[in-house]
């Protein structure tokens, strides 16, 4: 058979086409590749009811986190870093839709989060691994991740159980240390090519405040200075005369404070062997202690107080240490330099300020909340920013960090602009909505919403109690004394309201709207 000069040469022109195409589309998938493996990877760990105030980063002298001070000194604390709900559920569903509750539907806890858009979704169209590990508390299984190994509800402190992928096993150990191995765990296995969004949902540090064995009394040697609002008579607050959160009176020494604590319930059902044994030795001298003292009235709320802050700060010292492992893993691994580390917790918490504990209100340290990052290479190191920061943020600033396109629909924005100078010259909000709503129970918080700005908040709570309230944050920083009533701030209430209203349409809350309208004359 003769071939001609002109086929071989058809032929040969084929082979180095397919050659050249195939070539190209290795080159194409190096690429990919190699772009993925140098985006960032985001390790996003969310704690729970973890008081601002008692991180050191924070002004605290006496708490014991050098690993959350290690995020913020190696980058980034927010001073100004606020919820627009909070309570628990409500946070983290805010966390994964970037939007307010009256939005994505979650108002209140122990409710069901309903599947919708979420950043993980986002995330895995952009070829990232997304996983969460720890607690969740949203009422149904995750959505939009690769893997997920969860606490049932709240979960519990020792040998918890964990939904791994729908599967549900009971794991033995204390909680926070479990979550650390479950974490390095995932993250040893994980699929190296993609770049990974992990978040850490910890059970610390929720009531009832139970420590890892190793740090039972860790501050049994301290004697916390009592807050001066601790015997708040909330004169002209109505609302919060009404609460049922306070240390004296809600707070539970049984439960709560583990005096007399039975050995099969409560607190105590899940511990077992060596466990038991070392939570009975220790609370049983804590109770003979506390039987001795005979206390009652002003003695015993401040006894109770002491017992609250050690049970709590021990816990929290628990959750600490795993932060530290964690980090270290890291660093171990190869991964820091290119881990975004983000440290926060779902809503501020109640230290004895105003007599209470748990969160909820709008008032200040319930509507704070702790908020650092660490991002090598983008944020200085030992930055501080000043801006008002949302919760409503936190999804847009991941999907940025991803180099991910932000829905429209999110009501948050990123934060990366602030780290240029600091966000010193960068245009930003200038006020913080806020909208609450579980009532009456677990601790009869008046549903509120209201406008904080750098000096004033204006609350109007619109259940069972309703009023206005006005505090100047400057002059009253404790928010004592509710100036509502006072003719001379009727110009800055009338600015107030008009910020208030244009908040409220800007974030379509259209319950707020109706409740607005027809408050006008409410008592003070």
């Known amino acids: 058979m003769i071939i001609s000069s002109k086929a071989i040469m058809k032929n040969l022109y084929c ?39 008692e991180i050191g980063v924070y002004g605290s002298k ?27 559920g409500p946070s983290r569903a805010t966390l994964l839709t970037g939007k307010y509750s009256h939005l994505n539907g979650y108002k209140a806890n122990e409710g069901k989060f309903v599947d919708q858009p979420t950043f993980p979704k986002v995330l895995q169209q952009s070829n990232y691994q997304t996983a969460w590990i720890g607690k969740m508390h949203l009422g149904s299984l995750p959505k939009g991740f690769d893997y997920f190994n969860i606490l049932p509800g709240q979960g519990m402190y020792y040998n918890p159980d964990f939904i791994e992928n729908g599967d549900t096993t009971r794991i033995e150990g204390y909680v926070t240390n479990v979550i650390t191995k479950l974490t390095t765990d995932w993250l040893d296995k994980r699929d190296k090519t993609k770049p990974f969004c992990l978040v850490v949902g910890e059970k610390a540090t929720h009531r009832e405040w139970l420590p890892d064995i190793q740090d039972l009394g860790a501050f049994d040697n301290v004697e916390f200075p009592l807050p001066s609002t601790f015997f708040d008579d909330y004169k002209g607050r109505i609302a919060a005369a009404n609460n049922d959160m306070t240390i004296d009176k809600t707070m539970l020494l049984k439960g709560d404070l583990k005096i007399h604590n039975d050995n099969t319930t409560g607190v105590y059902r899940r511990l077992t062997g060596n466990q038991k044994k070392a939570y009975e030795d220790y609370y049983g001298k804590i109770s003979k202690e506390f039987d001795e003292k005979n206390l009652s009235g002003e003695s015993l709320a401040k006894w109770k107080y002491q017992r609250y802050m050690r049970d709590y700060l021990s816990t929290a ?25 983000i440290y926060v917790s779902d809503q501020g918490f109640y230290m004895g300020e105003h007599g209470w504990f748990d ?27 000043d801006k008002f920061a949302v919760n409503i943020d936190w999804a847009p600033t991941i999907l940025d960090i991803a180099g991910a396109k932000v829905p429209q629909d999110m009501q948050g924005v990123s934060l990366l602009p602030l780290f240029n100078s600091n966000g010193k010259n960068t245009a930003w909000r200038n006020e913080v909505y806020y909208h609450y709503y579980e009532y009456p129970r677990p601790h009869r918080v008046s549903p509120h919403f209201g406008i904080r700005t750098d000096r004033y908040k204006l609350i109007c709570f619109y259940g069972e109690k309703k009023a206005w309230e006005l505090f100047d944050l400057q002059k009253d920083p404790r928010e004592l004394n509710n100036l509502y009533d006072k003719t001379e701030n009727a110009k800055t209430i ?21 409740i607005f309208e027809k408050s006008q004359s409410l008592p003070t």
């Open 62 to 88: 006496i708490a014991k986190t050098p690993n959350i001070d290690r995020i913020a000194k190696e980058g980034a604390i927010f001073r100004n870093s606020f919820v627009t709900n909070s309570i628990c």
């Open 317 to 341: 010292k628990s959750l600490d240490r795993n932060i530290g492992h964690i980090l270290d893993y890291l660093d171990n691994k190869g991964l820091a330099k290119n881990t975004v580390v």
């Open 359 to 385: 969160k909820r209100w709008m008032y200040e340290e319930s509507l704070r909340t702790p908020f650092v990052m660490r991002y090598p290479g983008v944020i200085k190191p030992g930055t501080f920013i």
């Open 494 to 514: 009338a600015q107030l309201k008009e910020r208030l209203l244009r908040q409220i349409k800007k974030y379509n809350d259209d319950e707020a709207l109706q």
């Open 15 to 53: 082979c180095f086409f397919c050659m050249f195409i195939l070539s190209y589309i290795n080159f194409s998938y190096s690429q990919t590749n190699q772009s993925s493996a140098n985006r960032p990877n985001i390790l996003f760990i969310i704690s729970d009811d973890h008081a601002y105030q």
